[in-house]
């Protein structure tokens, strides 16, 4: 059997369908091969758009947050049962922390939230194309998109 890692991200790949999780490898890929020969400034603007993302375990975490406090706000304030909105958010969210997974996993998924390791892929690779790394190797030639790809993988 299989060790788990402690690793958010893998444990959400691992629950995401494999079609899903190739869907936005592919993404990733095609954003790589966009900005290769890009000058700079344009992988710059990149750059700062993925800083700007938000990962699946935070977008999880905002709507888990806003549904509690409205059902604990509704519950004081409208019908106690409300509360019971709450309790079921907070129950997903300690299933998602202990397993990986939750019932808005799925959709976030699909809907292309990604893990923080495939933006952090998404943007090695960039990096790479800008020239950050071009110290560290010998030849300074840019591998192809698909290796980008890979080597950000292996990181």
């Not at 990962?55 to 509690?68: F, G, I, K, Q, Y």
């Not at 030849?139 to 990181?155: C, I, K, S, V, W």
Request: with cysteine; glycine share 6%; aromatic share 6%.
């Amino acid at each position: 059997m299989e060790a788990e890692s402690p690793l958010e991200s893998e444990r959400v790949r691992r629950h995401t369908a494999p079609e899903i999780n190739a869907r936005i490898d592919e993404c990733i890929a095609r954003n790589i091969r966009l900005y290769t020969g890009q000058p700079a400034e344009v992988i710059n603007a990149r750059l700062e758009e993925l800083d700007r993302e938000w990962d699946v375990e935070r977008v999880l975490e905002a709507n888990a947050s806003t549904l509690a406090l409205t059902g604990v706000v509704l519950g004081a304030a409208v019908d106690r049962r409300w509360l019971l909105l709450s309790a079921g958010v907070l129950g997903f969210l300690f299933m998602h922390s202990t397993q990986g997974w939750c019932p808005p996993l799925p959709a976030l998924r699909r809907s292309g939230v990604r893990t923080k390791d495939e933006i952090n892929r998404e943007r090695f690779a960039l990096k790479h194309l800008r020239g950050d790394f071009d110290s560290l190797g010998a030849d300074g030639e840019h591998p192809e998109p698909e290796r980008l790809a890979e080597m950000a993988a292996a990181n």
